[in-house]
């Protein structure tokens, strides 16, 4: 079975500042892991993927994230904040099996300061 | 175009009624999924479908039913409805039967019983 766990449900930062949204995982094969955001009162969007292959993925709106299997993580980070990255974050794990389905973290809210 | 489309987006009914969700995508997706989000925000997987196979969460009440009609559509079908039943349904697509490219998702329906 796998599971997520995103530290932080909450994340507070001033506008141009460092973002940082923590996930760690739990798989029993090599995982697929996903981060998407979620604007208010919207659907879940993807920023970015890790399947196989380079660790460290960039996303859209400058979000990467980094694949650590030794700390089985896939923390994400921008370098400077923007107003309008203010959303829930989610992070997602799938073992990429047929009729495996992901799995969700808690969510993490970010809120940016002006 | 709407890649993932849902309706109602709002629906508001009394405690013991029946209703139904629709959902369509044109992605050309060979699969469909329905997650419910409560109100802490937590995404809870209920049904994966793909080329008439089934796959339910064993959490999920026999009072929800998924029906699709053909591969760009799934719907979902409640009867009986409860007051922990008002949540954020989300319709959601994968290209692939594991969802390693991630899922599209729909923007949602909010579900109120009273």
């Known amino acids: 079975a796998q599971s997520v766990t995103q530290l932080g449900s909450h994340v507070s930062v001033s506008e141009g500042a460092l973002v940082l949204l923590r996930c760690n995982y739990s798989s029993s094969v090599p995982p697929y892991l996903f981060w998407y955001v979620q604007y208010p009162n919207q659907g879940l969007q993807l920023l970015l993927k890790?399947?196989?292959?380079?660790?460290l993925v960039k996303g859209i709106n400058g979000f990467e994230a980094e694949f650590k299997k030794s700390e089985t993580s896939f923390h994400l980070t921008k370098p400077s904040a923007h107003m309008s990255d203010a959303a829930e974050y989610f992070c997602?794990?799938?073992?990429?099996?047929?009729?495996?389905?992901?799995?969700f973290g808690g969510g993490t809210r970010l809120m940016v300061k002006p | 175009d709407t890649a993932v489309s849902q309706t109602p987006k709002y629906l508001v009914t009394q405690m013991g009624n029946d209703k139904s969700i629709k959902c369509e995508q044109n992605?050309?997706?060979?699969?469909m999924y329905w997650y419910k989000q409560d109100s802490k925000k937590f995404l809870k997987i209920m049904f994966s479908y793909n080329n008439k196979e089934l796959i339910i969460n064993e959490t999920v009440p026999n009072r929800f039913s998924p029906k699709s009609p053909d591969k760009a559509h799934l719907n979902l079908h409640i009867n009986s409805l409860e007051l922990g039943d008002s949540a954020v349904y989300f319709c959601?697509?994968?290209?692939?039967?594991?969802?390693?490219?991630?899922?599209?998702f729909g923007s949602g329906t909010r579900l109120t019983v009273v």
């Open positions: 890790y399947t196989t292959g380079a660790t």
């Open positions: 997602a794990v799938s073992d990429g099996d047929a009729g495996n389905m992901l799995t």
């Open positions: 992605l050309g997706h060979d699969t």
């Open positions: 959601a697509s994968s290209q692939d039967w594991g969802g390693n490219y991630g899922y599209t």
